[in-house]
C-alpha cells in the first residue's frame, strides 16, 4: 500500500514513538521533498521528532519524491498551499492509496478533490486493530496525542474505546 505522508502525521508519530511501525504497517511511504525541508528545519531548533524524521528517510523507510509544479498549482486552486499542497499532488501524481494528514483544511475538501485521507488517530488504530502495536502501545500512544494538543478529546476518546474493543 503506498501511503504519503504530511509534517503533521510525521512529527506527530514520531513524537509518539510509531513512525517506523507506521511505515512498516504501509510498506511504501513517500513525502514530497518541500514536507521533508519543513521537518529538516526542526533540527536546527532542537526538536527530537524532526531527528526521527530524518533517521527514517536515512534507513529508506520513507522515501522522499519531487511534485510535479503543475499538480502543486491544481492544489492551489483549492486554497491548499505549501507542503500540504505539495502531499496532496504527490498523492495524485504516484496515485497512492492514502494521504496521511492532520491538515483540517486538506481533510475537509478530501471528497471534493477525490483523495482517501487518515490522520494520526486513524494510523494507530490500525496499528492496534492489525497487531502492530500492543493495547498498552495503543493507550500510551492516545494519552501523548492528548498532551500534545492537536486532536479534540472526543476524537481522541472515540479513537480510544475503538481500539480496546
Known amino acids: ?27 511504501d511511504v513517500i513525502t514530497p521533498k518541500l514536507v521533508y525541508k519543513e521537518v529538516r528545519k526542526g533540527i536546527e531548533k532542537g526538536y527530537a521528532d524532526a531527528v526521527v524524521v530524518v533517521e527514517a528517510v536515512r534507513r529508506n523507510l520513507i522515501r522522499v519524491k519531487k511534485v510535479r509544479k503543475k499538480l502543486v498549482k491544481k492544489c492551489n486552486a483549492f486554497s491548499i498551499y505549501g507542503g500540504e499542497a505539495e502531499a496532496v499532488a504527490l498523492y495524485w501524481q504516484e496515485k497512492a492509496s492514502i494521504l496521511a494528514t492532520d491538515d483540517d483544511n486538506v481533510r ?18 490500525r496499528l492496534v486493530k492489525n497487531g ?34
Open 1 to 27: 500500500m503506498l501511503a504519503v505522508k504530511d509534517a503533521t502525521v510525521l512529527i506527530h508519530l514520531a513524537k509518539i514513538s510509531l513512525l517506523e511501525r507506521s511505515c512498516i504497517h504501509f510498506k
Open 108 to 125: 475537509k475538501k478530501a471528497a471534493i478533490i477525490s483523495i482517501n485521507v487518515a490522520g494520526t488517530p486513524a494510523i494507530l488504530l
Open 132 to 165: 502492530n502495536i500492543g493495547k498498552e502501545k495503543f493507550k500510551e500512544s492516545i494519552s501523548e496525542l492528548r498532551k500534545v494538543g492537536w486532536f479534540s478529546e472526543a476524537l481522541l476518546d472515540r479513537v480510544l474505546m475503538e481500539g480496546l474493543k
